[in-house]
């Protein structure tokens, strides 16, 4: 079968907030100037939000330029923080860090606490009354190029491939979709941004990006205890000090907690768990009391963005940008990200919007990252640029001086130097046969749960009969070389179960990928330390379904 092909002026490969904003700013400045413009999104979730996983406490500056009334909208910000806490946690106990320590940009005050994917159905609700075409359950798994090399657009996944790679009865050919101008806002570790970074070495004059993995579950807790509105953060316990990391607890509506762990990847231990680590953080006295008598609904968990600055590409390529998580526009310290790409979006819908006027297309938006070098947002990652590595280099004490480095940029005499990273986070673990084995507690099912349990509440689903998305360049490595030099790390690292070592014939051992309970985190594409796994787009609409996250 030939595949079927529909032409756009500009395609968004991923329904978060940048795509939707970009594609929002798009039909905004087509309808100011009376103008028809085709402006398509597709979302590999089955639906707007169903893998969107964030925190979140929003800054609600890019929303208020993009939907100045987002208010009377009906936007599900319904939260404003009001109470904003840092702890330092030991094994026993707190220390409460008063907020007059803090440098201000960690305030929270005037943001909101949101289901971040509650958001995204917002906006994506938004953008179709604008006229956008939005198709969730549609991958982008191929990038299109021109004889010239140039982007002209993404083709989705072929559906009704089996398991063994040929085609079932219901095969049908994935859809080429073509545009001008293609913006991928696939999130963190994107496939196609990964390709696309690669093919046109984007990364050459920028320092190597840095992940952090983040778990997140959602809690019903006891009325009584549920403070509306509180925002508290933890660092130390249960990670040592040269592991970086650290949580979050926020009170939103309905009695409800998010609760999450963040666990940076460059971590060194090959026996840490981040799953298990989270499990056992919930155990601390400042955190289980405010658990204890409630109920788990979901859990989740996502790489996060954590270069900074310094470590975000070139953001354009023949053809189209990176936009949101596919560039990287976190901010570690405020542990947010969603206005600033909101913000990417929006700046690279103006910029493609100006090209489309002028009669362009396949070229280069250079407007867009020179408006985006005298943005809030770029000057929001400028401040600080120093905290990843300073914290990577000398842990406490470094997070120390990054704290200093910060103040002293919200004073305009910031450190005139912007450090490095080092290393790659798969090239940070010690060999197991010098690491210290981590004895995890077994889950009491109350406060703490295993994996299976917790991936069965994330709903993730996928077609069983499918290939595998998880591709092994060599599958003998894993059991060869992972095994005995990092104790195969995968089996921890991964928050789903995905991956086990499992005994074989005759005593051999043999590695298992459980594909289907993959979660989209792509930790395993970041961290297995002989690079050797690759994360693909499965066929769409396979995952996670996040109600509410």
């Known amino acids: 079968m030939t595949r079927e092909a529909m032409e756009f002026d500009v395609l968004i490969v991923g329904g978060g907030p940048a795509g939707l904003s970009a594609a929002i700013r798009l039909k905004q ?32 500056i890019a929303l208020n330029e993009l939907i100045p009334d987002w208010k009377e909208k009906g936007a599900p910000l319904n939260t404003a923080v009001t109470d904003d806490r840092f702890l330092f946690l030991t094994k026993n106990g707190s220390v409460h860090v008063p907020n007059a320590l803090m440098p201000p940009l960690m305030n929270n005050h005037g943001n909101y606490i949101v289901s971040l994917g509650n958001v995204c159905r917002w906006l994506a609700q938004q953008a179709e009354a604008l006229g956008v075409e939005i198709y969730p359950g549609f991958s982008g798994s191929e990038v299109l190029f021109d004889e010239q090399g140039r982007v002209v657009g993404v083709a989705t996944g072929d559906m009704g491939i089996g398991r063994d790679g040929e085609k079932t009865s219901a095969y049908e050919p994935g859809i080429e979709l073509r545009a001008k101008y293609t913006l991928i806002a696939e999130g963190v570790r994107g496939s196609l941004a990964k390709e696309l970074i690669a093919r046109f070495e984007l990364d050459k004059e920028s320092d190597l990006p840095k992940f952090g993995i983040g778990l997140k579950e959602l809690w019903e807790i006891e009325p009584a205890k549920h403070e509306l509105g509180q925002v508290t953060h933890t660092m130390g316990w249960p990670l040592d000090g040269s592991t970086g990391g650290g949580s979050f607890m926020y009170h939103l509506e309905n009695n409800q907690v998010a609760i999450g762990f963040v666990v940076h990847l460059n971590y060194s231990n090959p026996y840490l768990s981040p799953f298990d680590e989270f499990q056992r953080f919930k155990h601390h006295p400042a955190i289980k009391p405010v658990l204890e008598g409630g109920r788990r609904i979901s ?43 909101m913000k990417s979006g929006m700046l690279a819908a103006e910029a493609a919007f100006d090209a489309l006027k002028e009669g362009r297309a396949q070229d280069e938006l250079t407007a867009y ?121 995968a089996q921890r690292y991964c928050p789903a179960g995905v991956y086990e070592v499992v005994d074989g014939d ?38 996670p379904n996040y109600p509410n996250m």
């Open 299 to 341: 859990y989740g968990a996502r790489a996060i963005t954590e270069g900074g600055l310094q470590s975000v590409p070139k953001l354009t390529f023949p053809g189209g940008a990176l936009i949101g998580c596919a560039a990287g526009f976190v901010n570690v310290p405020r542990i947010k990200g969603s206005h600033n790409a």
């Open 29 to 60: 400045l087509a309808a100011a100037a009376e103008q028809e413009i085709g402006v398509c999104v597709i979302e590999k979730g089955s639906e707007v939000g169903a893998h969107i996983l964030s925190g979140a406490v929003i800054d609600p």
């Open 506 to 543: 005759m005593g051999t051992k043999r590695f298992q990928i459980n594909a289907q309970n993959c979660v989209h985190c792509k930790t395993c594409d970041i961290k297995d330390p002989s690079q050797n796994i690759t994360w693909t787009v499965p066929q769409g609409g396979g995952g």
């Open 369 to 489: 990252p020179q408006a985006w070098k005298s943005s809030w947002a770029y000057k929001d990652l400028y401040k600080v640029r120093n905290v990843k590595p300073l914290w990577s280099r000398f842990g406490l004490i470094g997070l120390g001086l990054a704290g200093l480095d910060m103040w002293m940029n919200d004073l305009g005499i910031g450190l005139p130097v912007t450090f490095s990273h080092g290393k790659p986070d798969h090239a940070t673990l010690k060999p197991a046969a010098k690491s210290r084995p981590i004895v995890y507690p077994k889950p009491d099912g109350k406060i703490a749960f295993d994996k299976l349990s917790s991936v069965f509440i994330s709903n993730t689903n996928h077609e069983e009969n499918q290939p595998i998305h998880l591709l092994l360049t060599d599958p003998r490595i894993p059991i060869e070389r992972n095994l005995p030099q990092w104790a195969e790390p």
